[in-house]
């Protein structure tokens, strides 16, 4: 797979600087680069790797100006960083066709589960061990990486990924406590409904309604072991860091933002654009948007932090001896 800069040039809308017959095969971080790849320039502090670099080619912003000689041939864009995500994407394109032309990669891909009744869309892609239940249905040009679980009656919109291990539809967490103290189960008759473009990490789930619909909207991108519980919404463009977990029935906002290792209790609601510090944890309604949010309870980003400031004061105190 061989890519000479001037094809990615006319890809990205980019002006060339250099030689645009030099071909890559590979994108790469401008620290780790090697002959024959391509790598992107925005954040000041890497600008010390561009003048000693092995790569091939440079992403770099229209108004860079080199403080000395650059051995790679730049590419200027508009805006680097977006168009490294343009970039990724034509490669992972050519990867994935490179690997459908490959005969025993075709015949492994049929070593997996898709029920009659399931309707799956055109250029959507389904690598082994992948189940998909009855009346489920799927977009077009999706990606289920191996091992994904989608139950019945589940719907996945247009352009979704979904890694390794993620599981769709399981049953939620619904039991009802009896007089002798055991828990009675209670069906989950409802399904998950997933819109466009959405993204989910490895060994997530998404855990189907008790009645209606768990939806998560289109452009979510929901990382790593993550859980979101029986009857959330999730609004557009919603990002989720990988180990936290939403409860039942809560309702979120388009533009969220959620830290790592985070926590939203259920049945509460939360504001467009709010946003969620790593190890934080919503346990009532947050109605202001674009609330900046830190601790747990969570609290206004500044009022946590002068908060902090007593904790750590009054905790440093010796102890009067004995």
Request: hydrophobic fraction near 40%; include cysteine; charge should be positive.
């Amino acid at each position: 797979m061989e890519i000479t800069a001037q094809t990615l040039a006319d890809l990205l809308g980019g002006e060339i600087v250099g030689d645009p017959q030099i071909v890559v095969k590979a994108p790469a971080r401008i620290e780790q680069a090697r002959r024959g790849d391509v790598c992107f320039f925005a954040n000041p502090k890497y600008e010390h790797y561009i003048y000693d670099t092995q790569a091939s080619v440079l992403l770099v912003n229209r108004s860079f100006v080199p403080k000395k000689p650059v051995p790679a041939t730049l590419i200027k864009v508009d805006d680097a960083y977006a168009a490294v995500s343009v970039l990724l994407d034509f490669f992972a394109r050519l990867r994935r066709t490179r690997k459908r032309g490959n005969r025993f990669r075709a015949r492994l891909s049929f070593r997996r589960s898709v029920a009659c009744s399931a309707r799956i869309g055109k250029g959507t892609y389904i690598y082994p061990q992948v189940y998909v239940g009855p009346n489920v249905r799927i977009g077009k040009d999706c990606i289920l990486y191996p091992g994904v679980r989608i139950y019945h009656d589940c719907v996945i919109g247009d352009r979704c990924i979904l890694h390794a291990g993620v599981v769709i539809g399981a049953d939620g967490f619904g039991f009802a406590p009896q007089e002798d103290g055991s828990y009675r189960k209670i069906p989950q008759l409802g399904n998950v409904v997933i819109g466009d473009n959405v993204e989910i990490g490895a060994n997530a789930t998404v855990d189907r309604a008790t009645m209606g619909s768990t939806v998560i909207e289109s452009g979510v991108k929901i990382d790593n072991l993550c859980q979101v519980a029986h009857n959330v919404v999730m609004g557009k463009n919603t990002v989720m860091a990988a180990l936290s977990g939403i409860a039942g029935s809560a309702k979120l906002g388009s533009h969220c933002m959620i830290g790592g290792q985070s926590g939203i209790n259920g049945h509460i609601s939360v504001a467009d654009n709010t946003v969620l510090a790593g190890r934080s944890g919503i346990i009532s309604d947050i109605s202001e948007p674009g609330s900046k949010l830190m601790g747990y309870p969570a609290l206004e980003y500044g009022t946590y932090m002068r908060a902090y400031a007593l904790f750590r004061r009054s905790g440093g105190k010796s102890r009067p001896k004995e």
